[in-house]
C-alpha cells in the first residue's frame, strides 16, 4: 500500500494533486492523471484532514473513502504517496501565498501541481487556480488546471454519489464512482438472537468516519480481509426494530449457505441491491419467514450476476 504521512515526513521532491478526492470519480482521475508522469517528482496526493468544514463549522464530514481505503485505490493510477496535512484554525488563517510557500513550496518542495477548475485554498478561501497560476509563475512550478467533468446529468461529483447512496442507489453509485462502493468492518460479538432463529450473522464494527447507504436490507457481496473469494449475502443496516427498538444502528451481514467462524476478522462488504427498509415485525417468527425471503431474493439476484 502507498503511504500515508505528513508533510514533513513526504518524499521530495513531488508532483502534486491538491484536493480531497472523496471517491476518485472520473473527475478525480482527471486531474491525478496530470502528474503520475512527471520527470522530476514523486506523484502524490495532497489532501487536508480532517475535512476544514469539520474545524471551521463543526459539520460532521462522513468520506466515501477514508485514507487507508483512498490509498489502496491511489496505487494503480500511478500514485506513489498520499499526504494528509493536518487541518486546524492555524492553517485556516494562512493567507493563499502563505500557504503556497509554506506547505507546498518548503515542507513539499512541488515541481508540479494539478487542481480542478473549482479548488480554492488559504484564509476565507480566497485562494483559487487564477491565484495558483500567479505564483506557480513566480516560482517556475508546472500548473494544471483540470476542467470540471459533466455527463448529461450534471457536474461529475461526490456530493452527486453521497445522494445516490442517501437513496440506497447502488447502481448510480457505482456508475459515478466508476467501480463497485464497498465498506469493511472488524467482527464483533452479537447478542446471538440471528444464530437462535436459524440466521446467523456478523456483526461489524464499521468506523464511524465512513459514508454509509441508505438503512435497509441489501443484497450484497463479501469477504473476508484475508481471501480474494467473494461470498453472496444479505445486509442488514440500521436498528432492530423487532428486537431491540433502542439498539443503535448496526451492520450485519448473513452468508448464504456458509458457516464461517469470523469473530475478530475483518469482512468487506459491497452491498448491491437494496431490497427493502426497515420494517418491525410482530414476533421472531415472522422475523425469520422475512429474512428467509430476503436470502432468496437476494441470492437470486446475486446468482444473475
Same mark, same amino acid.
Given at each position: 500500500?502507498?503511504?500515508?504521512?505528513?508533510? %514533513?515526513?513526504?518524499?521530495?521532491?513531488?508532483?502534486?494533486?491538491?484536493?480531497? +478526492?472523496?471517491?476518485?470519480?472520473?473527475?478525480?482521475?482527471?486531474?491525478?492523471?496530470?502528474?503520475?508522469?512527471?520527470?522530476?517528482? &514523486?506523484?502524490?496526493?495532497?489532501?487536508? @484532514?480532517?475535512?476544514?468544514?469539520?474545524?471551521? /463549522?463543526?459539520?460532521?464530514?462522513?468520506?466515501?473513502?477514508?485514507?487507508?481505503? *483512498?490509498?489502496?485505490?491511489?496505487?494503480?493510477?500511478?500514485?506513489?504517496?498520499?499526504?494528509?496535512?493536518? #487541518?486546524?484554525?492555524?492553517?485556516?488563517?494562512?493567507?493563499?501565498?502563505?500557504? #503556497? !510557500?509554506?506547505?507546498?513550496?518548503? *515542507?513539499?518542495?512541488?515541481?508540479?501541481?494539478?487542481?480542478?477548475?473549482? +479548488?480554492?485554498?488559504?484564509?476565507?478561501?480566497?485562494?483559487?487556480?487564477?491565484?495558483?497560476?500567479?505564483?506557480? =509563475?513566480?516560482?517556475?512550478?508546472?500548473?494544471?488546471?483540470?476542467?470540471?467533468?459533466?455527463?448529461?446529468?450534471?457536474?461529475?461529483?461526490?456530493?452527486?454519489?453521497?445522494?445516490?447512496?442517501? =437513496?440506497?442507489?447502488?447502481?448510480?453509485?457505482?456508475?459515478?464512482?466508476?467501480?463497485? /462502493?464497498? +465498506?469493511?468492518?472488524?467482527? %464483533?460479538?452479537? *447478542?446471538?438472537?440471528?444464530?437462535? &432463529?436459524? @440466521?446467523?450473522?456478523?456483526?461489524?464494527?464499521?468506523?464511524?468516519?465512513?459514508?454509509?447507504?441508505?438503512?435497509?436490507? /441489501?443484497?450484497? @457481496?463479501?469477504?473476508?480481509?484475508?481471501?480474494?473469494?467473494?461470498?453472496?449475502?444479505?445486509?442488514?443496516?440500521?436498528?432492530?426494530?423487532?428486537?431491540?427498538?433502542?439498539?443503535?444502528?448496526?451492520?450485519?451481514?448473513?452468508?448464504? !449457505?456458509?458457516? %464461517?467462524?469470523?469473530?475478530?476478522? =475483518?469482512?468487506?462488504?459491497?452491498?448491491?441491491?437494496?431490497?427493502?427498509?426497515?420494517?418491525? #415485525?410482530?414476533?421472531?417468527? =415472522?422475523?425469520?419467514?422475512?429474512?428467509?425471503?430476503?436470502? !432468496?431474493?437476494?441470492?437470486?439476484?446475486?446468482?444473475?450476476?
Amino acid at each position: 500500500m502507498i503511504p500515508l504521512s505528513s508533510p %514533513i515526513n513526504a518524499r521530495l521532491p513531488t508532483a502534486l494533486a491538491l484536493g480531497s +478526492f472523496d471517491g476518485l470519480h472520473a473527475g478525480h482521475r482527471r486531474v491525478i492523471k496530470e502528474i503520475t508522469n512527471h520527470r522530476d517528482g &514523486i506523484p502524490t496526493i495532497v489532501s487536508f @484532514w480532517p475535512h476544514p468544514r469539520e474545524v471551521l /463549522y463543526g459539520e460532521s464530514r462522513l468520506r466515501l473513502d477514508l485514507p487507508s481505503e *483512498k490509498s489502496l485505490l491511489l496505487e494503480p493510477l500511478g500514485i506513489k504517496q498520499l499526504v494528509l496535512v493536518p #487541518f486546524d484554525k492555524d492553517l485556516a488563517a494562512l493567507p493563499a501565498e502563505q500557504f #503556497f !510557500n509554506q506547505i507546498l513550496l518548503d *515542507k513539499l518542495q512541488a515541481k508540479k501541481i494539478a487542481v480542478g477548475e473549482n +479548488f480554492r485554498f488559504g484564509k476565507n478561501r480566497k485562494g483559487d487556480p487564477f491565484v495558483l497560476q500567479r505564483l506557480c =509563475e513566480k516560482e517556475g512550478i508546472e500548473l494544471s488546471i483540470v476542467p470540471i467533468l459533466e455527463d448529461k446529468l450534471g457536474r461529475m461529483s461526490s456530493s452527486r454519489i453521497r445522494e445516490a447512496l442517501k =437513496e440506497g442507489d447502488l447502481q448510480t453509485t457505482k456508475n459515478l464512482l466508476g467501480r463497485a /462502493y464497498n +465498506f469493511r468492518g472488524v467482527v %464483533i460479538p452479537g *447478542k446471538g438472537i440471528g444464530r437462535n &432463529i436459524g @440466521w446467523p450473522t456478523a456483526n461489524l464494527e464499521v468506523d464511524g468516519r465512513k459514508f454509509l447507504p441508505a438503512l435497509g436490507v /441489501y443484497a450484497a @457481496w463479501a469477504k473476508t480481509g484475508s481471501e480474494a473469494k467473494l461470498f453472496p449475502a444479505v445486509m442488514n443496516l440500521g436498528p432492530q426494530p423487532t428486537v431491540d427498538p433502542e439498539s443503535p444502528s448496526a451492520v450485519e451481514v448473513h452468508f448464504l !449457505n456458509e458457516k %464461517i467462524d469470523l469473530l475478530g476478522e =475483518e469482512v468487506i462488504v459491497e452491498p448491491i441491491q437494496r431490497l427493502r427498509g426497515q420494517k418491525k #415485525f410482530k414476533n421472531l417468527e =415472522e422475523l425469520s419467514q422475512q429474512i428467509s425471503f430476503d436470502a !432468496n431474493q437476494a441470492h437470486s439476484i446475486l446468482n444473475e450476476l
